[in-house]
């Protein structure tokens, strides 16, 4: 506000403003300054892969993406209601980029986000089980309203592994929302959890009521780097 003012000052014809008027433009300034602070520790906290958001969103390109559920999500109203998106396809078709879009979103609302690759995830969890802090890893887990998990059965799990993503995903089931991210289809998530107990709870918990995106298409990046390629063959 400080700040705020002194740049009020120096703006010719400010004193035609009342005290109100000059008032509310302080006010604006101070809960401006204090939403993006906030944004920015937010945003460093989630970890985020990519810089991504919404707005940058290409849905021009034909590969799955409907309009409707994208505008649907945007709002949030998904994460208010502890839901859960699944987002499937072939390798470079934007599915972390997404994510990550849908994130920085989140974030721009007010949501703590936590982007983790399924692997780190685990060795996480695994090395905190040893050090004995596993409790207060899954209740800071337990507490991230968008928590986004990339590689997604990418490897099939141990049984260690099982218990400790049973326990996040229970955690979170009708309590926070998240993101899953996979180049293996749903269809293949039983074989890959490789314990049928494990794998029909974990998916009762994730599968039901969730927001599916399945992509499919050639990769973003292979389109990218072949119009850079022809933009210099073109200039040339």
């Not at 002194?6 to 433009?25: D, K, N």
Request: with cysteine; net charge positive.
């Amino acid at each position: 506000m400080a700040d705020g003012l002194l740049a009020q000052s120096r703006q010719p014809g400010i004193e035609a403003l009342g005290f109100e008027e000059r008032l509310a433009l302080l006010v604006d300034v101070q809960h401006t300054a204090a939403y993006n602070a906030a944004l920015r520790q937010r945003l460093k906290a989630a970890t985020l892969r990519q810089t991504a958001c919404l707005e940058d969103l290409d849905l021009r390109t034909p590969r799955g993406l409907d309009r409707t559920l994208v505008a649907t999500l945007a709002s949030g109203q998904w994460i208010r209601t502890s839901q859960s998106v699944l987002l499937t396809g072939p390798t470079g078709v934007g599915k972390t980029f997404i994510a990550c879009a849908l994130g920085h979103q989140a974030a721009r609302d007010g949501f703590p986000v936590l982007y983790r690759r399924l692997p780190r995830l685990l060795d996480d969890l695994a090395i905190a089980r040893v050090a004995g802090r596993h409790r207060s890893a899954f209740t800071k887990l337990a507490r991230t309203r968008l928590l986004i998990i990339d590689e997604w059965m990418m490897t099939r799990l141990t049984a260690d592994q099982r218990r400790d993503l049973m326990e996040v995903i229970d955690d979170r089931h009708d309590r926070a929302a998240t993101i899953l991210v996979s180049q293996i289809p749903v269809s293949g998530w039983f074989d890959q959890i490789g314990d049928a107990t494990y794998a029909d709870a974990l998916l009762d918990r994730i599968v039901h009521n969730a927001h599916r995106i399945e992509l499919r298409g050639e990769s973003m990046r292979r389109r990218t780097t072949v119009s850079s390629e022809t933009d210099t063959a073109t200039a040339t």
